[in-house]
């Protein structure tokens, strides 16, 4: 029983972790937490189901268009929801809008995909029992974009102009840098991240609607306890959930899983609002 | 005596008068909810009735959502908890059976419990947090009724309650919950109109303004929270009966989505506008059957348009006053004589004129820049006291510190010979001290009048509940916080305005907004941000003369200033800060003759 917690509970904590980096990478241009981060991921396997089994293409080919199609759902995040009360950001508008969004995709992808989840094919077909690919592809892919992110954020000159963006958005548009391409940009890096956690999660949590709201929900959590735009916090709090929620489950059973991770959330953020690895608040005065 | 009671009585009917163009769309709507059954079929009473089950929870959500700002988004949760419990106890497959009279308000006492218990999290939480927790709150309930076979029937569901005669047929239960909308929206409309509407309001709107009033966030919001948790249950009930049977199908997040995109629709901080909301987007899929599919992609478009296009949503619509061009060219004339007419209360311990507010030894620290350095201050009664220095030596932190935004690391603060608690500005306004802001931080939402309402929340006497029954305390404290408002935005120079939507004043009005509002408090201390900032010349004299009228009545005022003329005009003491630290004390006269502040800061 061990070892199912630990498979299902680290591929369940990876996609989360994926969804919760991606939720950070929205965040760092435009301090908008955005509802469409779990629809990002909802996205990654309906593409994906749909490209290679509905469609029959080629894996690679699938893998490709399925990026493709979530970075320009990220992009077109950016334009329609984010750009427009980007100038209004104490109103918070960000959460209505983006909330409106994400359920305009969520309602798109039921009548259009159907309300049924529908199968995932499977992609290399290693491993079998606790080593299954459909666990360990979604912790493969989950260190993969870690490493890629920390190389493009490091070794990039585009990902040092998201850290500067990131850091102190008027001093580096004081330095000339193109702050509102950067940030179309980090909306497709977002959703090619959300397309990842999605597709590499597809065999796990199939193609369905409802996807989009669990994810919502679950990606949000890691982001809340490693604090705002903190990847590694979000991929400890989101492994760490992961374990959590599956050990909850085979331990104590389904329901109380769910009230148990809530619970946990709700308790957490009222303790450490900034979250466990977040800064202090701002001034207010 | 007679000719009192006329005033009184004309005042009456003017006020009559005033709030009559508010009435009478709510009565035109309720004229028509009643002639309804005469003129259509039951399909119409089906609608009719959801439309007014889903007001009876969106009149309560609307005060949280629309009022205080708080995003709770998976109210449903409640819905699904309150028709639960009322069919549950109906039909008792757990306990004894219960009328279904009792068990709508059992339910709605369940609801309460639960809407303090989802709302809780708001009083730490920031925007998105909330939404995220009351939307995991959603799911959980809707899995625990699935689960909870015993109880809930699970995915089989339960019979909802029946209702006895005459509210057993179509257009009886419509007339039923016809009635309980009407006085849910009277409720609300009475809590809206009260000091804690006004509160909820300057919480959102300015929220450290409103702690520099006394108002206290986590009591307001429990208490509308318990309001709109009890309507949302007891809404949960009569939609149980409606429904005949219920199954957690029955609760899909799309009505959650309805009921707050309803009030975002409507426009925050109304109430017309939710209720028309929540009317078109019930009635709105079914005059078009074909869209009942896309319902909920219709909501969704229409809120990304209203946040787009129209953040005011409907109420800023049919906001026909606000429309009105406002004479240009306005001066501000403040009339400090009329003080004279406003008498000065002497309340309990807090008898003006003999205390002095003392600072000793402050340090506080921001990482390793000391902000203040070991500051010795007393301000006594009756002075103007003026504190001026260079950008960074700390005179608004100083101000922040006597009004608790900043604790101090090290030193005592006291009032006459009691400590001030270091933090805790909300405790500031009944200790007497009230301040204005550098950057006037005013509810643009609200009216002028409102606003300055606003400064004199701590000394309401009625209730919560006075207020939401409209019993007469809650009318007394209206009228007096009124009449006290209304006089003071005299004094400032500012009752033509009273009426106007504050966000359409000019800067130099607002900054008399915020003295108006601290002057409600009837303080003993008034601290004053750069109040001149921003004015015109003959602006700050008669600012100057109003400052040196209050101090006369016995207020000490403290002046953050960086017009010279202003301070050495009308300061009885000025301090002069350097770095933190005091660089001289004394009258006007010796600042001006002190060689080092002439030749640092007065470049003579």
Redesign the interface.
């Given at each position: 029983m061990l070892a199912s917690i630990l498979a299902t509970g680290l591929a369940a904590g990876a996609i989360y972790a994926l969804v919760g980096i991606t939720y950070n990478t929205m965040f760092s241009t435009s301090r908008v937490?955005s509802f469409t981060a779990g629809q990002l991921a909802m996205l990654g396997g309906v593409f994906g189901s749909m490209f290679m089994l509905k469609m029959g293409m080629p894996i690679l080919v699938g893998f490709f268009l399925t990026l493709l199609g979530c970075a320009i759902i990220g992009v077109i995040t950016e334009f329609?929801?984010v750009r427009?009360?980007l100038k209004s950001l104490d109103?918070?508008?960000y959460?209505?809008?983006t909330?409106?969004?994400a359920?305009?995709i969520?309602?798109?992808t039921a009548?259009k995909w159907g309300t049924e989840p529908q199968p995932f094919p499977r992609l290399i077909g290693w491993g079998s029992g606790v080593w299954d690919e459909k666990f360990w592809l979604p912790v493969a892919a989950c260190a993969i974009t870690i490493i890629g992110l920390e190389y493009l954020y490091r070794r990039t000159l585009v990902g040092r102009a998201f850290l500067a963006i990131a850091e102190d958005n008027f001093a580096a548009r004081a330095l000339g840098l193109p702050e509102r391409n950067l940030r179309v940009a980090s909306y497709a890096l977002a959703g090619i991240v959300g397309g990842v956690a999605g597709f590499s999660g597809g065999e796990l949590l199939l193609a369905f609607f409802a996807n989009g709201?669990?994810l919502?929900?679950y990606g949000?959590v890691p982001v809340?306890l490693g604090g705002l735009g903190n990847n590694r916090g979000a991929i400890i709090g989101g492994l760490a959930l992961g374990l959590f929620q599956q050990a909850a489950n085979f331990l104590v059973g389904?329901?109380f899983s769910?009230?148990a991770v809530?619970a946990l959330?709700?308790v957490v953020?009222?303790a450490a609002?900034q979250g466990l690895f977040g800064s202090s608040t701002a001034r207010?005065? | 005596m007679a000719a009192v009671t006329t005033a009184s009585e004309r005042n009456e009917t003017q006020a009559f008068r005033a709030i009559l163009p508010q009435l009478a769309p709510f009565v035109g709507i309720l004229a028509i909810a009643m002639i309804l059954p005469f003129v259509s079929n039951d399909y119409w009473a089906l609608i009719g009735t959801r439309a007014a089950i889903y007001w009876v929870l969106v009149s309560g959500l609307n005060l949280v959502v629309g009022f205080a700002g708080h995003?709770a988004?998976g109210y449903v949760a409640l819905l699904a908890l309150g028709a639960y419990t009322t069919s549950v106890l109906v039909a008792g497959n757990v306990m004894a059976p219960v009328p279904v009279f009792a068990a709508l308000p059992i339910a709605g006492c369940v609801g309460a419990v639960f809407g303090v218990i989802v709302g809780?999290?708001a009083l730490?939480?920031?925007?998105?947090?909330f939404?995220?927790?009351t939307?995991?709150?959603a799911?959980?309930v809707t899995?625990?009724a699935?689960?909870w076979q015993s109880v809930t029937g699970g995915g089989i569901g339960i019979a909802g309650p029946e209702f006895p005669a005459p509210f057993d047929t179509a257009w009886g239960y419509y007339y039923l919950c016809v009635a309980f909308a009407a006085f849910c929206t009277w409720m609300s409309a009475n809590v809206a109109h009260s000091r804690f509407g006004r509160a909820l309001i300057a919480v959102r709107d300015a929220?450290?303004a409103a702690e520099a009033t006394g108002i206290s966030k986590p009591r307001m919001l429990i208490a509308i929270f318990l309001f709109a948790g009890a309507l949302a249950a007891i809404a949960g009930g009569l939609f149980a009966s409606l429904q005949t049977y219920i199954t957690p199908d029955a609760f899909t997040?799309d009505l959650s989505?309805l009921f707050f995109i309803a009030i975002?629709i409507g426009g925050r901080g109304s109430i017309l506008g939710p209720m028309l909301g929540t009317i078109i987007l019930t009635i709105l899929p079914e005059i078009a059957a074909p869209l009942a599919?896309?319902s909920?992609?219709l909501?969704?478009?229409l809120?990304?348009a209203i946040?787009?296009a129209m953040?005011g949503g409907i109420a800023a619509l049919l906001d026909f006053r606000n429309r009105r061009p406002l004479a240009s060219n306005r001066a501000i004339v403040p009339r400090p004589a009329a003080l004279g007419d406003i008498a000065r209360k002497t309340m309990g311990d807090k008898t003006a004129g003999d205390k002095t507010l003392s600072l000793r030894n402050i340090v506080l620290s921001f990482g390793n820049v000391r902000a203040i350095d070991g500051l010795d201050l007393d301000v006594k009664p009756g002075q103007v006291h003026g504190l001026i220095g260079p950008n960074g030596s700390g005179k608004?932190t100083t101000l922040?510190v006597i009004s608790g935004?900043?604790a101090a690391s090290t030193g005592t603060l006291a009032l006459g010979a009691d400590a001030l608690p270091a933090g805790r500005p909300e405790v500031r306004a009944l200790r007497g001290i009230a301040r204005t802001?550098q950057t006037p931080r005013v509810i643009g939402a609200a009216s002028v009048l409102e606003n300055v309402m606003i400064g004199g929340t701590v000394e309401g006497e009625a209730t919560f509940v006075e207020a939401l029954l409209a019993l007469p305390r809650h009318w007394r404290d209206e009228r007096k916080l009124a009449a006290s408002a209304r006089a003071l935005l005299g004094v400032v120079g500012l009752e033509a305005l009273a009426d106007v939507r504050a966000d359409r004043l000019q800067h130099s009005e607002l900054r008399f907004i915020e003295i108006a509002r601290a002057l409600m408090l009837d303080p003993d201390f008034l601290l004053l941000d750069e109040p001149a900032a921003g004015l015109s010349g003959d602006e700050i004299e008669r600012l100057g003369a109003l400052i040196k009228a209050i101090s006369r009545r016995g207020t000490a005022v403290m002046l953050v200033e960086h017009h010279a003329d202003l301070i050495f005009d009308i300061c009885d003491q000025v301090t002069v800060l350097n770095l933190g630290r005091v660089l001289a004390a004394g009258t006007p006269a010796e600042i001006r003759a002190h060689k080092e502040v002439v030749s640092a800061y007065l470049g003579v």
């Open positions: 937490m329609v929801a427009p009360v109103q918070h508008l959460v209505l809008s909330l409106a969004l359920l305009m969520q309602q798109v009548i709201a669990l919502n929900f949000f809340a389904g329901i769910s009230v809530f959330f709700i953020l009222l609002p207010r005065v | 995003l988004i809780l999290p730490r939480l920031r925007t998105f947090y939404a995220m927790s939307l995991g709150f799911t959980i899995q625990i699935l689960a929220e450290v997040f989505i975002l599919a896309w909920t992609f909501y969704a478009g809120l990304l946040v787009l953040p608004t922040n935004y900043y802001f």
